[in-house]
């Protein structure tokens, strides 16, 4: 049976890509920075028969993920989701997004965005490409956002969040072509939709299941003609 890692396991999207991927019957390593508080994720773990382990990953602390890949040392993933994000503190939706505002940025909650969600997933992938070079499907995904589309920016605002994910854009379309290459790799990059979880908040277009239903679809349908490309979770491509 094929195994996803979900970074981000405990809440919103991620929790999400935990019990549609335990329902299509793939074993899940579901990562979790505080798996103590994850206590959804622990009810989906203990249902699992064993399918679903909890592992303490924090994408920002790298000792963190470094001792997260020796745990899971010789073991195949399939799929590497790189799903844990942050829009900053004070900055969830329905807060009007203060900490993004032009002559009130804060730049603390920048160095915090940045690192969770440009370095975090680069050094994740970094850690487990092993794991991933000795499955089958050996793919590597990231959720990105419209928002980090350059070629699609229409409103201004959401200086650190967007320029957070046009860089791992960057990124992971550079690591399409090493890893590809390295490894045999398919990397991709995947926009979920303007989702109702804590980030989308409740005026989002899409319940969590619409949204990872169809980043599932992608990823399944994921081959080396669509690495290296920005996907949108109903199949269309978006520009970079
Ligand atoms: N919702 C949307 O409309 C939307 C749209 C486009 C893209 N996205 C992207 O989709 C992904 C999931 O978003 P979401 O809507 O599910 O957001 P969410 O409900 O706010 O959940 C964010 C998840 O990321 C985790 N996380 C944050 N910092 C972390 C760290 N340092 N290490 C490990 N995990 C960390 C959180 O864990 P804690 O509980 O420990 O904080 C939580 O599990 C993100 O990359 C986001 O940017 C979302």
């Known amino acids: 049976m094929a195994t996803v890692l979900v970074t981000g396991a ?11 991927y335990a329902a299509a019957g793939w074993d899940i ?8 508080a994850a206590t959804e994720l622990a009810a989906l773990a203990q249902a699992s028969g ?12 790298h000792a963190s993920v470094d001792a997260a890949a020796r745990r899971l040392d010789g073991r195949a993933i399939d799929v590497l989701l790189l799903n844990a994000g942050t829009m900053g503190g004070g900055s969830r939706a329905g807060t009007g997004y203060p900490t993004s505002r032009f002559g009130a940025v804060n730049y ?8 969770v969600n440009v370095a975090g997933p680069m050094k994740v992938t970094e850690a487990f490409v092993a794991h991933v070079a000795r499955s089958a499907q050996k793919k590597c995904v990231a959720i990105s ?21 046009a860089a791992l854009n960057a990124v992971m379309k550079s690591l399409a072509i090493d890893l590809a290459r390295s490894h045999g790799i398919v990397v991709a990059t995947v926009h979920p939709g303007f989702v109702r979880t804590d980030m989308g908040g409740p005026r ?9 239903a169809g980043v599932i679809r992608v990823i399944d349908g994921l081959d ?14 978006l520009p970079w």
């Open 10 to 20: 405990n809440r919103g999207l991620g929790l999400e890509f935990v019990r549609q």
């Open 29 to 36: 390593i579901a990562c979790a920075r505080r798996p103590e």
């Open 50 to 61: 064993g399918r679903i382990a909890v592992e303490a990953l924090d994408v920002a602390d």
């Open 108 to 115: 603390e909650d920048w160095d915090t965005i940045f690192r």
């Open 145 to 165: 956002s419209i928002v980090g589309s350059i070629a699609s920016i229409r409103s201004g605002g959401l200086y650190a969040y967007r320029g957070s994910k």
């Open 204 to 212: 989002a277009d899409l319940d969590p299941p619409e949204s990872v």
């Open 224 to 237: 080396a003609s669509k690495a290296g490309r920005f996907w949108r979770y109903d199949g269309s491509e």
